[in-house]
């Protein structure tokens, strides 16, 4: 009915009062919530009902589909069902999710090169979290790079090269994944320059610098110097650039500080 006064449409909203997930075991719920656009109700029971979105559920089912993926399942199916009250204006959801088979890593091979010390190199074969006959995950495989760059760049070789391949066989399920770890040169610190410091003293910025000039370098301690600077509750704000030496192999830094007001 349209309302000749006001110039609107008389539609009553629909409220979801309940959602339940079925057939979920790989993913959390936690995480199903945090990638679909429809909301769960509160469990606080005077708590306003989330408006229900038809169009939206059904987008929902795709991004399950697709959140699955990301944990090694390709072939997940997800529907959902609906519930009304009486009056139309409450529904309750039904997520039902066929979670398929996963992927399964059959090989993994990390071609590590140049002349590692065995703590790096066991370091970075202990925190792959790719795992021989275990699902494949594509998050993981992403994140391997990652933590490999982050740990050569603790220990002195902050450009460090990574490739990295995937093949993955959908009807056989299974996936073969391979990384080429080219760590580049080994490099240390050298200078540190204060800029921005009016009142503080340069001195009373450089004693909370967590290495030495000769030291080899780690993004870490770079991190741990920022934060313990800013710790010292003088500064609204403390920024740490990186200065490449390529030829000499050295880091110099440039730390530019920003006093707080009184």
Do not use: C
């Not at 959390?28 to 306003?48: C, M, Y």
């Not at 199916?77 to 399964?104: Q, S």
């Not at 080899?216 to 200065?243: H, P």
């Not at 030829?247 to 006093?259: G, P, R, T």
């Amino acid at each position: 009915l349209v309302n000749s006064v006001l110039g609107e449409t008389d539609q009553t909203t629909v409220r979801i009062s309940k959602v339940k997930v079925k057939g979920t075991r790989a993913v959390s719920i936690k995480e199903i919530k945090g990638r679909i656009a429809t909301e769960f109700p509160s469990l606080n029971p005077f708590a306003k009902k989330p408006e229900f979105d038809e169009e939206a559920l059904k987008e929902d089912m795709i991004r399950i589909q697709r959140l699955y993926a990301d944990h090694g399942y390709y072939d997940t199916e997800a529907d959902y069902k609906l519930k009304y009250n009486r009056e139309k204006n409450m529904v309750e959801i039904t997520i039902e999710i066929k979670e398929g088979k996963p992927i399964i890593l059959k090989d993994l091979n990390i071609d590590i090169q140049g002349e590692l010390s065995k703590d790096i190199r066991k370091k970075i074969l202990d925190s792959v979290p790719l795992k021989v006959n275990k699902t494949f995950s594509p998050i993981d495989y992403q994140a391997t790079k990652g933590i490999i760059s982050s740990i050569l760049a603790d220990n002195g070789y902050p450009k460090s090269d990574i490739e990295g391949q995937a093949l993955v066989n959908r009807v056989e399920k299974w996936a073969k994944v391979s990384f080429k770890v080219n760590p580049g040169v080994l490099y240390r610190f050298g200078s540190v320059n204060v800029e921005g410091n009016e009142k503080v003293a340069t001195n009373i910025i450089k004693r909370e610098v967590t290495f030495k000039k000769g030291d080899i370098y780690s993004t870490r301690k770079i991190n741990d110097t920022q934060a313990r600077i800013f710790q010292l509750d003088l500064f609204g704000s403390v920024l740490i650039n990186t200065n490449f030496d390529e030829e000499q192999k050295i880091a110099n830094l440039n730390i530019k500080v920003k006093e707080r007001k009184p």
